[in-house]
């Protein structure tokens, strides 16, 4: 420390009193309360400053900011304030070195720990103030200031001074140890102590509520310890029952020196009366903790200049003059913070998952990371032990939460039975819905015929259904979420209500098999009432996505009940048309399982849940079982009904896309070619069995390059489904996309940009941003504006596409890849190549896994990695990779396919490259002759191969042919894509083309 005295402020601020900025921990507030009255008293202007410190905020930049604040910077050090991140040592020595040590002057600190901290801290000089007295203390702050010290009259001041913190209030009973590993709930304790103490004399009166085990306790005994210096007296009373709460305290009274007798009654009065008239003691605070039924002691609740401190489930306290403050479970780095203090070995991520897991509730937080953190388990371990239900031997007691959650709870429902039993039926009939918002209208909406006896009182006597209610929401066992109500006084018609997982869990485990029997029967009934029936509805869709979250709960794979499994059919069909195709294979193969061994291999329903379940797998991509599959549906079908079922044919329909994921394209071209006229002559030309038959019959022509006959069909198709089913039917707009990719594969590109863009619109309208047929739209929109040549439009579209596409159906996805492939392509000429190798290098090993081998995207992607390897540089292996990508491509699609006709204007244009300039030629014109014939003189691949067996001949020295070859092509593209398109231009700068290779996702 300086020997020559300083001033505390900075004289250029000009300000008429010195100041001083207090950095603290919220732990510490009652350290820095009183450090601030000290200097106030002795004339300097004190600002306080809560240190936060959000872990992803480096630490020397909010040591810069702290250094910005007002006067000279007094911290208060702790082992909190080091803590709060958390943050290691080393981190904060390496802050404090390059932050604190260049200019310590402006910076003060005390220590108020005997805790090892960060050794950078000596650059602090911290003067220590533990386990020293006031007077000391205040002497050691004053000179640590650089300021002169001379103690103050008592008489300095006019208000009374906050207590030292180290000293304890004069009467202090009963109140728990404090939580060193508190975290969090700042705002919750600013608002609590505003709320006590901006009241008005004798209505100082807080109650904090909120469901069990969201840490009310906890948060009032930080209360008191955070604020006691401004007490004389704290008294904490467990408020559960009025015989405990009176004999608590009547206790206080010889605390407060009152001289009564020894009956409680007039212990009581007297107590009551001191505190009332605030002597001996005006500054009081009572904790009345569990008071959850205000009823049994609102009367005996003390008024006065003093405070009253309630924690309650029952938010009822707001109608018995107090006021309210509902205490939720963590915010999400709250629970990070909170657990990695307790289970230090956790890594932020999986403190991240735990807390998620545990829905952030405190009790569960601390009871499960305080064991984990002791246990080799992982916190993967330990969720799916969660999912699989909580065992009272695996989530131990803590000492900071003494009761056992499920104890507690057990106690809980004893009480709701003794009161309203038909509370515990109501939360049972919950817990076969999913844990989190359960749509409790539904059980009030579904026929409520043949109810069983014990539930029909409860479901159709609404001043009943009320009060099961409103006992629940009073003790915050469910939290009400209530939408519109019926308008009727004291109507409760929640739409739903929130019941937190674990109570779901110990409340399910708790029950006779005889319940659950008919609770579960119940449940599934009212979700089959809910069914609307029409799942390819997008206005129902959120009908079904409040629906399927509960079928699990409600088993409804084992429910014989036809319109269960009716319900189940449709959930299908809509998880499938909202791209949920992950779960909807879980339920998919739970269902056929269960299905066969209730109903048998071949009743009518399996063959329809085949159906669902099949479209759900092979959107998946797993072509070889969705195959299998469907052959054996399709095969037996045939057998027992013959070729003109409908059954039968819905197999084949399916059969097909099967063939599509196999790249087995001729089969599937020969199968439609059959099915669609069958389906003609027995439905009509405009049922839509017919049409999605047209519909693949068109998709099997694009797929083997038939894009004129792809497009005529898809033309056809979109006009019928228009008419019959409305222009924005999902089917209707899908047909559209399908009608644009025609245009564009064709060269229309201008056309193909104008229907996509329109399509786009409707698809967000109608099925929303990130549906994959949305997706698959504005994965079409990009192509077309990269065809079209607007660069920058197509690759700001392509990278939102793909990074949605991966969140929406994994990075493994066919449409993921699909979309993928193009944004590698597009990264390769207009962005990261060292990006582009990496994506198609990731493609490629993608596809090996996916796909079956010699599959053609295999093929189309080593295509597209050759050109890669030529823009690095890398010649010789850029070619070797492309004659077997021909090669392969060849042997899977045929010669004349436009895929191998891509791979063969890439393989000239190696060839070329590496000097083999006769057999570029070679095959630049065998290229010209096959694409010719196979898509048309003036197709874009036939403009591009004609371009380079020109660049080709010039090679071989034959100028006079190649510049006739040259000027024709340069004529076509004119006449097709115009003298200013990207393509033309760069043919008339003698560019040389390529081919993208592009997957058709099936």
């Not at 009509?684 to 019959?697: F, K, V």
Request: charged residues 25%; contains cysteine.
């Amino acid at each position: 420390m300086s020997g020559t005295r300083r001033p505390v402020g900075s004289a250029e601020r000009g300000a008429v009193r010195q100041t001083v900025t207090i950095s603290f921990a919220g732990f510490n507030r009652a350290w820095a309360a009183w450090i601030g009255d000290r200097l106030e008293r002795r004339g300097l202007r004190v600002v306080y400053l809560r240190w936060d410190a959000p872990p992803e905020v480096p630490l020397a930049d909010l040591l810069r900011d702290l250094s910005l604040a007002e006067g000279r910077v007094l911290i208060l050090v702790s082992d909190w304030y080091f803590l709060l991140g958390p943050r290691t040592h080393e981190e904060w020595n390496t802050a404090l070195r390059e932050v604190v040590a260049p200019d310590p002057s402006r910076f003060a600190a005390v220590s108020l720990t005997t805790a090892p901290v960060p050794a950078a801290t000596a650059v602090l000089a911290p003067a220590d103030l533990v386990n020293i007295g006031p007077e000391e203390a205040e002497r050691r702050l004053v000179e640590r200031l650089d300021l002169d010290y001379e103690p103050l009259p008592e008489s300095a001041g006019s208000r009374r001074a906050p207590r030292f913190p180290s000293a304890m209030p004069e009467v202090w009973g009963n109140v728990p140890r404090r939580n060193t590993r508190f975290t969090g709930r700042e705002p919750l304790l600013n608002d609590a102590y505003h709320l006590l103490h901006g009241s008005e004399p004798g209505a100082g009166v807080l109650t904090m509520f909120g469901m069990s085990g969201v840490g009310k306790t906890q948060l009032a005994a930080e209360y008191v310890y955070r604020f006691s210096s401004e007490y004389d007296v704290v008294w904490w009373i467990n408020a559960e029952k009025r015989v405990s709460y009176r004999r608590l305290l009547a206790e206080l009274a010889p605390k407060l020196g009152l001289s009564t007798g020894a009956e409680y009654g007039e212990r009581l009065r007297a107590v009551r009366d001191a505190l009332r008239r605030g002597e001996p003691f005006s500054r009081w605070l009572l904790i009345l903790d569990g008071a959850d039924d205000p009823d049994q002691i609102w009367d005996l609740v003390p008024t006065g200049p003093g405070h009253v401190l309630i924690t309650s489930r029952n938010p009822q306290w707001g109608e018995h003059n107090s006021q309210l403050m509902q205490v939720p479970v963590y915010g999400r780095d709250e629970s990070v913070a909170f657990i990695r203090r307790r289970a230090p070995r956790l890594t932020e991520a999986d403190a991240d998952k735990l807390a998620a897991a545990l829905e952030d509730l405190p009790l569960l937080l601390d009871q499960t990371a305080g064991w984990l953190n002791d246990s080799d388990m992982s916190v993967e371990a330990y969720i799916e032990l969660l999912e699989g239900g909580i065992d009272q031997d695996v989530v131990k007691v803590s000492a900071d939460f003494p009761l056992a959650f499920q104890t507690a709870w057990s106690i809980l429902l004893n009480k709701l039975r003794e009161t309203v039993p038909e509370s515990v039926d109501l939360l049972r009939l919950c817990t076969f819905f999913a844990p989190g918002f359960v749509p409790v209208r539904l059980l009030k909406e579904m026929p409520h015929d043949d109810l069983p006896e014990q539930l029909a009182g409860l479901l159709e006597d609404p001043l009943l259904w009320n009060r099961a209610i409103n006992q629940l929401r009073q003790y915050s066992v469910v939290r009400l979420e209530s939408h519109e109500t019926s308008g009727e006084p004291g109507a409760s018609s929640g739409e739903s209500l929130y019941l937190h997982r674990m109570v779901h869990q110990i409340v399910r485990k708790d029950m006779p098999e005889s319940d659950r029997r008919e609770f579960i029967d119940v449940v599934r009934r009212a979700l089959a009432a809910a069914d609307p029936g029409r799942a390819t509805d997008t206005r129902l869709w959120d009908t079904y996505a409040e629906i399927v979250p509960h079928l699990k709960h409600a088993d409804v794979l084992n429910s014989q009940d036809t319109k269960v499994q009716r319900l189940v059919l449709n959930c299908l069909r809509y998880m499938y048309f909202v791209g949920e195709y992950t779960s909807g294979v879980k339920l998919g193969e739970r269902a056929l399982h269960a299905w066969r061994s209730s109903l048998g291999e071949h009743h009518p329903r399996i063959y329809e849940l085949i159906y669902h379940y099949a479209n759900l797998l092979r959107s998946s991509g797993d072509y070889v079982r969705t195959e299998a599959l469907e052959r054996e549906a399709a095969d037996h079908l045939r057998q027992e009904r013959g070729e003109r079922d409908l059954d039968y044919l819905r197999a084949v329909n399916g059969l097909g896309a099967d063939l599509w994921g196999l790249a087995r394209y001729d089969e599937a071209l020969e199968l439609y070619r059959w099915l669609y006229p069958t389906y003609r002559d027995l439905l009509g030309e405009e049922d839509s069995r017919t049409l999605n038959a047209l519909n693949n019959l068109g998709f099997a022509h694009r797929l083997l390059g038939h894009y004129q006959e792809a497009l005529d069909v898809d033309k056809t198709t979109l006009e019928l489904r228009r008419r019959l089913l409305k222009a924005r039917h999902p089917w209707a707009l899908f047909s559209e996309v399908s009608y644009a990719i025609g245009l564009r594969l064709l060269g229309r590109y201008t056309e193909a940009e104008s229907i996509q863009a329109k399509n786009v619109r409707e698809c967000r309208l109608v099925l929303g941003a990130d549906n994959p047929q949305t997706l698959r739209a504005e994965h079409n929109l990009a192509l077309c504006r990269l065809r079209g040549g607007d660069r920058t439009a197509a690759g700001s579209l392509l990278t939102r596409v793909l990074e949605r596409y991966e969140r929406k159906l994994g990075d493994h996805h066919t449409e993921t890849l699909a979309a993928a492939v193009s944004q590698s392509c597009f990264a390769r000429e207009h962005g990261d190549i060292d990006q582009a190798r990496e994506a198609s290098e990731s493609i490629i090993a993608r596809y090996e896994q996916l796909l079956t081998d010699n599959h053609p995207f295999i093929a189309g992607a080593q295509a597209n990695h050759a050109l890669v390897l030529r823009s690095v540089g890398e010649r010789d292996h850029a070619h070797v990779v492309i004659e077997r990508a021909l090669a392969d491509m060849t042997a899977a699609v045929g010669e004349n396919h436009p895929y191998t006709l891509g791979c063969a204007l890439n393989a000239s244009a190696l060839r070329n490259l590496i000097g083999d300039t006769e057999g570029a030629a070679r095959l630049s014109r065998d290229t010209v002759t096959r694409a010719t014939e196979t898509l048309g003189r003036t197709h874009p691949l036939t403009l591009s191969a004609r371009v380079a067996h020109a660049a080709d001949l010039h090679g071989l020295r034959d100028t006079q042919q190649a510049e006739k070859v040259e000027q024709e092509a340069l004529s076509d593209l004119e006449a097709t894509l115009g003298k200013q398109h990207v393509h033309t231009i760069s043919a008339r700068a003698r560019n040389r083309p390529y081919w993208d290779f592009e997957p058709q996702a099936t």
